[in-house]
C-alpha cells in the first residue's frame, strides 16, 4: 500500500537522524507514540536535524489524518453490505480488512469449494 511505504519512508528518516547523531534506543517501545514522541523532542539535535525529524513527525501525522479520514469513508459506505458485517464478526477484524477481503474474493459464488477460497487466498500453506 502507498501510504503505508511512505510512512515506512518518513520512519526510516527519522531512525537515520538517531543513527547519524548517536542516539541511543528510546526507552519508549513506539518511537512514534506518546512516550517516543516526547523521547524525541527532548533529543539534542543540530538544527537542520531537528528540521528534519519536526518535518517528518508533521507528515505522519498528515498521513495519518488521511489514513483516518479513508477509514471513515470506508466505514461509511460498508456499513450497510451484509457481507462486511459477518466478517466484522471474526475476531480480529475491521471494516478495512473485511472490505478488502470482499474486494479480493469478488464473487464468492466463483469458487467451486471454501478449499479453493482458502487457497486462493493464501490462508492454507501446504508444501508439494
Known amino acids: 500500500m502507498v501510504w503505508s511505504s511512505a510512512a515506512r519512508e518518513v520512519k526510516n528518516e527519522i531512525s537515520a537522524v538517531l543513527q547519524r547523531n548517536l542516539k541511543g534506543r528510546p526507552p519508549a517501545s513506539d518511537l512514534f507514540g506518546r512516550k517516543g514522541r516526547a523521547w524525541l523532542a527532548a533529543q539534542e539535535l543540530p538544527a537542520d ?3 528534519t525529524v519536526d518535518g517528518a513527525l508533521r507528515q505522519l501525522d498528515l498521513l495519518g489524518e ?3 479520514a479513508i477509514d471513515r469513508l470506508v466505514a461509511v459506505e460498508a456499513r450497510g453490505d451484509e457481507d462486511v ?7 480480529g477484524v475491521d471494516v478495512t480488512t473485511a472490505v478488502t477481503l470482499i474486494t479480493v474474493m469478488g464473487d464468492v459464488k466463483r469458487f467451486p469449494s471454501s478449499r479453493h477460497l482458502v487457497g486462493y487466498l493464501g490462508l492454507h500453506p501446504r508444501v508439494r
Open 49 to 51: 536535524e531537528r528540521l
Open 66 to 68: 488521511e489514513l483516518g
Open 85 to 91: 458485517r459477518r466478517l466484522l464478526t471474526v475476531p
